[in-house]
């Protein structure tokens, strides 16, 4: 069964750490999303790769967030520094293009709480 | 810009009761898809929807997608204490190309 990893599945950090979420999308899955999820937010879209290449990350707050893809098997988010507004599940997806649409599948997420 | 609203927010049924959420767009749909979340989960994709008027089941879901592909529906019948999560629908902004934009959900409270 094909799933999507991420690591870590928690961190706790203080204000003002640098963290780093990773994700694998799954093999031959040429989408890729970051979200954040939070109570009062609900599921936002932090960044979109398609093919690697960076597509859309204008939910991103730019100056402390940003999204990477290295590589087709690794994609990364990194918050540097974090802030205790930052604490949230954060998820990763993967996902197909096709014709009639993309599904999405989803990581089991990083819960990230910032001290 | 293009907004997918979701009702209600959340709804609290017995157990064997039915549930309904609807999902409502603001543009037209190239296509709709559902997705569950259990407590302390992740969104997993249940189904999509790509042709007006269309109507899939799964066991006691039905979807359904109207025939102006601006609005979808989700309907549980006989609800168990399984069905409980957050009910998510969500569709590309502009063609099927485009990213997918996520509704607000539906939570789902079912009580034994």
């Known amino acids: 069964d094909a799933r999507v990893t991420q690591t870590p599945r928690h961190k706790v950090t203080e204000m003002g750490q640098e963290v780093t979420m990773r994700c694998q999308p799954i093999?031959?899955?040429?989408?890729v999303f970051w979200y954040r999820q939070t109570m009062m937010q609900g599921l936002e879209l932090l960044a979109y790769?398609?093919?690697?290449?960076?597509?859309?990350d204008s939910g991103m707050p730019k100056d402390r967030f940003s999204a990477e893809m290295p590589d087709a098997t690794l994609a990364t988010l990194k918050i540097q520094p974090s802030e205790p507004r930052d604490s949230a599940v954060y998820f990763c997806?993967?996902?197909?293009?096709?014709?009639?649409?993309?599904?999405?599948?989803f990581g089991p997420g990083t819960r990230l709480l910032v001290l | 810009g293009q907004q997918v609203m979701q009702i209600p927010q959340y709804q609290h049924v017995q157990e064997g009761e039915d549930f309904t959420t609807y999902c409502n767009s603001s543009?037209?749909?190239?296509?709709i898809q559902w997705y569950k979340q259990r407590p302390g989960g992740h969104p997993v994709f249940l189904i999509q929807?790509?042709?007006?008027?269309e109507v899939k089941k799964q066991k006691r879901l039905t979807f359904q997608f109207g025939e102006a592909k601006k609005n979808s529906s989700l309907h549980i019948t006989a609800t168990q204490t399984t069905d409980v999560g957050t009910y998510f629908c969500?569709?590309?902004?502009?063609?099927?190309?485009?990213?997918?934009?996520f509704g607000p959900g539906t939570s789902l409270s079912v009580i034994p």
């Open positions: 997806a993967s996902g197909i293009l096709t014709q009639g649409g993309e599904t999405q599948y």
């Open positions: 093999l031959g899955h040429n989408t």
């Open positions: 790769f398609r093919n690697r290449a960076p597509l859309d």
């Open positions: 543009t037209t749909l190239s296509n």
């Open positions: 929807l790509v042709k007006s008027g």
């Open positions: 969500a569709g590309p902004r502009k063609t099927s190309y485009d990213k997918v934009i």
